[in-house]
């Protein structure tokens, strides 16, 4: 109850201040107000920041003075103060936790949804980046769920071209798992060792002796925000892309595994236009089944197989595949694949929009509500977020490359038994399996 009281307070009298200059006609500061709902949403952490991390991602699809605000949530969202980090240490590492650093940096370095991340040396003077969680952060999960569910199926009455049933399971599953920093510290040691061969590609190491389930120690790694490249030469922006299409995709079609979280935040570029992969507190495995629908849902676009599409489909757990939808799903497929398509050097999203995908869904949406709606598989919701936002991050870059040629580097071969028995020897030392 306490949860939802916040909620209104803080969010309710700025949506009145907008609400009023758009049917009163009442002036309003776009600046203010958007620092203010910065403060309000930041302030509130948990899962309703998430919301606000996401929207900053997308290109054009707030005015300019509130992406710049909402982004500063990615990384520089309002911190939580010293007596409050010394409390939670303490419970965490006990009443001598200092002695276990040469340094720890009082401010935090960076402060987002869940947790706030602090720099320390270590006592073998190791550069550390220590990420605490905010307290009570598990009733706050199970009070914002209760809210979303609440929204969601005031929004199913609205509107039924989505059937969000399995998207909230999904989104629950994954934030209750968020909660979990030893978990995270297992994701973590997987990538290290799917990426291990990928230079170009870092990811920090755990500290496990100062490490517990609400405090996740690991090496630090410096790096600039995205952003600082969006103005640097089309060489430089084109190699970073490159990059972080390696990072997300290579787990994915080598290994089954998917980072589902890939706003701003949670990379940053060094000066070698290599790049740093934070944040493993939203990963997939996926069975090898999976993954090669995937790959046979392109094959079926490309050579115009019907019956493959339909086979793909079932694979990812569409059900009631009518012949009309999947016309409709095919609309959408056919946007993601398209630059998978096409042998030659091109943006990530032809015909100079500024926001990924958004006609394209726009259309989806309408199909689906003339035909009676869909209800998407789980197992297309963290997909279907990592196309999106890495997407979104290549519109950002504006990128041109031959992204065909890259997705063949990565499934020319594929064999779901070799996938398989991959899978099963990284997952070995994790204690995770497919489906998590």
Not at 140 to 165: E, H, K
Not at 203 to 210: C, W, Y
Not at 214 to 233: F, H, I, Q, V, Y
Request: hydrophobic share 45%.
């Amino acid at each position: 109850m306490r949860r939802y009281a916040e909620v209104g307070q803080a969010v309710g009298g700025l949506a009145a201040r907008l609400a009023g200059s758009r049917y009163l006609g009442m002036e309003i500061d776009q600046v203010r107000h958007a620092a203010d709902l910065r403060d309000a949403l930041g302030g509130l952490k948990g899962p309703l920041m998430k919301v606000a991390q996401i929207l900053s991602t997308i290109p054009d699809a707030l005015p300019e003075s509130y992406i710049q605000e909402l982004g500063q949530l990615q990384a520089d969202a309002p911190s939580m103060g010293w007596p409050f980090v010394r409390r939670r240490m303490a419970a965490e590492l006990g009443a001598g936790w200092q002695t276990f650093f040469a340094e720890f940096e009082r401010a935090a370095a960076r402060a987002a949804s869940l947790g706030q991340v602090h720099r320390a040396t270590a006592l073998d003077g190791r550069a550390l980046a220590c990420k605490l969680q905010y307290s009570d952060m598990r009733s706050v999960v199970q009070a914002d769920l209760r809210q979303l569910r609440v929204v969601l199926a005031l929004y199913a009455r609205m509107d039924r071209a989505i059937d969000t049933s399995r998207i909230y399971e999904e989104i629950a599953a994954r934030l209750w798992e968020e909660l979990d920093y030893a978990r995270e510290a297992r994701h973590m040691a997987l990538y290290r060792g799917m990426l291990a061969e990928v230079e170009a590609v870092h990811v920090p190491e755990t500290v496990d002796a100062l490490c517990t389930n609400r405090l996740l120690t690991m090496t630090w790694l410096d790096g600039a925000p995205l952003l600082s490249l969006k103005d640097e030469p089309l060489e430089g922006r084109n190699a970073v892309a490159r990059v972080m299409f390696e990072a997300w995709y290579r787990p994915f079609y080598g290994y089954g595994v998917i980072h589902g979280d890939p706003h701003l935040g949670n990379y940053s570029i060094r000066p070698d236009d290599t790049v740093n992969l934070l944040d493993f507190g939203c990963v997939r495995v996926f069975p090898p089944s999976f993954v090669e629908g995937v790959i046979d849902l392109y094959k079926a676009l490309r050579d115009g197989d019907e019956a493959l599409a339909v086979h793909a489909y079932e694979i990812w757990g569409f059900d009631d595949l009518r012949r009309e939808v999947i016309d409709v799903l095919n609309i959408w497929a056919r946007f993601v694949y398209a630059p998978l398509m096409e042998d030659s050097v091109r943006p990530i999203q032809e015909g100079g929009g500024t926001r990924y995908g958004a006609e394209t869904a726009a259309k989806v949406h309408r199909e689906l509500c003339r035909i009676g709606g869909v209800a998407p598989p789980r197992e297309f919701v963290l997909m279907d977020r990592a196309a999106i936002g890495l997407g979104s991050v290549f519109l950002h870059l504006r990128a041109e490359i031959n992204w065909s040629r890259l997705f063949h580097g990565l499934i020319e071969g594929f064999d779901a038994d070799v996938l398989a028995q991959r899978q099963a020897d990284a997952l070995a030392v994790t204690g995770l399996r497919p489906g998590d």
